[in-house]
């Protein structure tokens, strides 16, 4: 439910009704725009009576949420969120590119991939200690081992870092990690979800392999529902009956979200193919369709990359991508963020 005040409303009395409805058991999410303020709120609102909201003379009026989502919704935050992760701002206007390895293979390699991407404009480190993989046998990374020296490249390069988490029991871990990443296929773990949502941390959630928008949308959800409103959502590709590509990308995702939610949306245009000569022609799409972002996979000798080679920039190809970016980037009259 959200309940639309009036122009230019008394702090005191938007205050005291703000407690009123936590004294009902609600939480609420206050959002002032420009022209319109609006009180959220989440909870059980079955039992409230939206005339006797309306009886308080500050407010306009009362709107029921239908949608399963409600704290990511835009209703209840018409105003784009932007999050400050390390001195960067992620979100409508500005523009991030986080780059890297799939996954951290030894300290000279992190290092050498994150001076790279870092002299061609990334703002961003990605890479991954754990990994998630389709078999068993295949190279599941160092792990703690791999955050160690995730933090080292971050040490001597200063770009902030983002990383995949696989289980709530990592989540001591990952305390010096700027983002925190939520794989694909971990979109629906719930358990580690709610840890995330009681956790301050920025989380960027992935959408599942077959996910549709309200599934990503609810898992979103989780993480505000505990607490958490950092979440920056990434489209990674859906799977379809296509077997020529690794995924789909469903570019359409950025100009819905956008109309649904207020939260930040990024492509990860590496996963979308899984080949890295579609990464600069997906990325162009991302950013005329409206994204804010980009995840790029980066390696400094992809043929002997132990994880996604075939989709993985060598450091050359990433310098072209990114003078593309740039140019397209200005264009479009969003801020790319840098590291300075």
């Known amino acids: 439910m959200i309940v639309i ?107 050498e991939v994150a001076e790279a991407v870092k002299k061609s404009g990334a703002s961003f480190l990605r890479g991954g200690a754990f990994k998630p993989r389709t078999s068993p046998y295949s190279f599941q990374g160092m792990e703690a081992e791999g955050l160690k020296l995730l933090l080292e490249a971050k040490r001597q390069t200063g770009l902030p870092i983002v990383t995949e988490i696989m289980s709530e029991k990592h989540l001591d871990l990952f305390a010096d990690v700027d983002i925190i990443q939520l794989g694909a296929r971990n979109m629906q773990n719930f358990m580690l979800l709610k840890e995330l949502g009681r956790s301050q941390k920025p989380i960027l959630l992935k959408r599942g392999l077959s996910a549709t928008m309200e599934e990503f949308l609810m898992a979103a959800e989780y993480i505000f529902a505990g607490g958490n409103h950092n979440v920056i959502l990434c489209e990674r590709g859906i799977r379809t009956f296509e077997t020529m590509i690794r995924n789909n990308l469903d570019i359409s995702a950025v100009p819905l979200v956008k109309t649904l939610s207020h939260l930040p949306i990024i492509i990860d245009p590496s996963h979308a193919a899984g080949k890295r000569d579609m990464v600069q022609p997906l990325s162009r799409a991302a950013i005329a ?11 400094n000798d992809p043929k002997r990359a132990l994880c996604d080679g075939a989709q993985s920039l060598n450091i050359p190809m990433f310098e072209t991508v990114m003078a593309d970016v740039k140019r397209r980037v200005a264009f479009e009259e969003k801020q790319l963020q840098t590291c300075e």
Do not use: W
């Open 289 to 299: 369709s409206g994204a804010d972002g980009l995840m790029i996979e980066v390696h």
């Open 5 to 111: 005040l009036k122009p230019n409303p008394d702090k005191e009395r938007v205050a005291r009704l703000i407690e009123h409805f936590h004294d009902m058991g609600l939480n609420t999410n206050y959002s002032e725009g420009s022209s319109t303020t609006i009180i959220g709120l989440l909870g059980d609102t079955s039992r409230i009576d939206e005339n006797d909201i309306m009886v308080y003379d500050l407010v306009e009026r009362v709107q029921r949420v239908t949608e399963p989502f409600k704290g990511v919704n835009r209703k209840m935050h018409p105003q784009d969120t932007i999050l400050e992760v390390a001195g960067r701002k992620i979100g409508e206007g500005y523009f991030n590119v986080f780059a890297g390895p799939c996954s951290v293979e030894s300290e000279a390699q992190i290092l």
